[in-house]
């Protein structure tokens, strides 16, 4: 059913906000301060846990996080993890922050691992996992 009328828009109309500031009215008084925090900020050195169930760590603002076992490797350590490669749990644990149970990989190895299910819930037998992976 048609009924005859092309909505269209015409080439060459002018747009009818053409040159208006604000397209609105009121409301200004609501609106966000500055330095207003909303409910839902949390300060830096904050922990939660994310959708992959690790444990991240607020490390600046505004909502940068890093994982706390990637933290604390590389505070063992005293270099950042290398490109290319992956802090993993030994035993599989998520919670178990030891630092006997922080492996570090290359994502390759950690691939194999994976596809082959050479992660244990022994960190002993994932060392050796690591090595038939390699």
């Known amino acids: 059913m048609k009924s005859g009328i092309d909505a269209r828009i015409k080439l060459g109309s002018v747009p009818p906000n053409k040159g208006k500031k604000k397209l609105w009215t009121g409301g200004e008084d609501t609106q966000f301060k500055k330095g207003h925090k909303p409910h839902n900020y949390v300060p ?12 991240d760590i607020k490390i600046a603002d505004p909502n940068m996080w890093r994982g706390k076992h990637l933290l604390i ?27 006997d149970n922080l492996i570090l990989v290359t994502r390759g190895q950690l ?24």
């Open 44 to 55: 830096v050195g904050s922990e939660r846990v994310n959708g992959d169930d690790y444990v």
């Open 73 to 99: 490797w590389e505070q063992q350590c005293g270099h950042a993890v290398p490109w290319g490669h992956a802090v993993i749990f030994g035993d599989g644990d998520r919670r178990n922050f030891d630092s």
């Open 111 to 134: 691939a194999i691992m994976n596809n082959r299910g050479f992660i244990q819930k022994d960190a002993e037998l994932t060392r050796t996992g690591i090595i038939l992976a390699g």
